[in-house]
Antibody
Framework: EVQLVESGGGLVQPGGSLRLSCAASGFTFSSYEFHWVRQATGKGLEWVSVVTIAGDTYYAGSVEGRFTVSRENAKNSLYLQMNSLRAGDTAVYYC???????????WGQGTAVTVSS | QSVLTQPPSASGTPGQRVTMSCSGSTSNIGSHYVNWYQQFPGTAPKLLIYKNNQRPSGVPDRFSGSKSGTSASLAISGLRSEDEADYYCAAWDESLTGAVFGGGTKVTVL
């Protein structure tokens, strides 16, 4: 079964750090680019970052310089290192995949991040 | 404020046709594919339309997408109660070097 499973969310104080993971299974991980998308409670979807097949990375302006996305093909895993967290980063974080501009066709179940003192 | 503009709500009675728009600019919709996602409360989004008008396998042909210039639209024909959900458009934006979403349209079946 094709699957993405996020983990690593939780409660963190403002200014703190958290590392999210996304474990992939059921497909050839190295053939896809991966994105992180987040959604605050009651709000719309917000794109966060992407790591391409080649390992290039891009970020939304709101997280640039604070978040780092990476992939480990040997472990079929995607990561999001989040530093200097702010209340505005509170959201459910989803990982999703894309290939050949065919849309984000598989999504994880999401992992909740709460930034609060 | 979202980069892509969607109406916040749309509604119709069962069997009707409902359409929703997604307006952008030359740096996103005007030069890249538009994808549409359906989301039910408390669940992950689901890909509904990709490359402007392509349906993934398993998506009913009641759903259709189109694009013209810097705007796109999603249509639901033969509206059903199970179509009540939030719908988001998305595209790559080359000026921002990132993906952008619309604010979402909540579809209500009356």
């Amino acid at each position: 079964e094709v699957q993405l499973v996020e983990s690593g969310g939780g409660l963190v104080q403002p200014g703190g750090s958290l590392r999210l993971s996304c474990a992939a299974s059921g497909f050839t991980f190295s053939s896809y680019e991966f994105h992180w998308v987040r959604q605050a409670t009651g709000k719309g979807l917000e794109w966060v970052s992407v790591v391409t097949i080649a390992g290039d990375t891009y970020y939304a302006g709101s997280v640039e310089g604070r978040f780092t996305v990476s992939r480990e093909n040997a472990k079929n895993s995607l990561y999001l290192q989040m530093n200097s967290l702010r209340a505005g980063d509170t959201a459910v974080y989803y990982c999703t995949r894309n290939r050949d501009n065919s849309g984000w066709d598989v999504w994880g179940q999401g992992t909740a991040v709460t930034v609060s003192s | 404020q979202s980069v892509l503009t969607q109406p916040p709500s749309a509604s119709g009675t069962p069997g009707q046709r409902v359409t929703m728009s997604c307006s952008g600019s030359t740096s996103n919709i005007g030069s890249h594919y538009v994808n549409w996602y359906q989301q039910f409360p408390g669940t992950a989004p689901k890909l509904l339309i990709y490359k402007n008008n392509q349906r993934p396998s398993g998506v009913p042909d009641r759903f259709s997408g189109s694009k013209s210039g810097t705007s796109a639209s999603l249509a639901i024909s033969g509206l059903r109660s199970e179509d009540e959900a939030d719908y988001y458009c998305a595209a790559w934006d080359e000026s921002l070097t990132g993906a952008v979403f619309g604010g979402g349209t909540k579809v209500t079946v009356l």
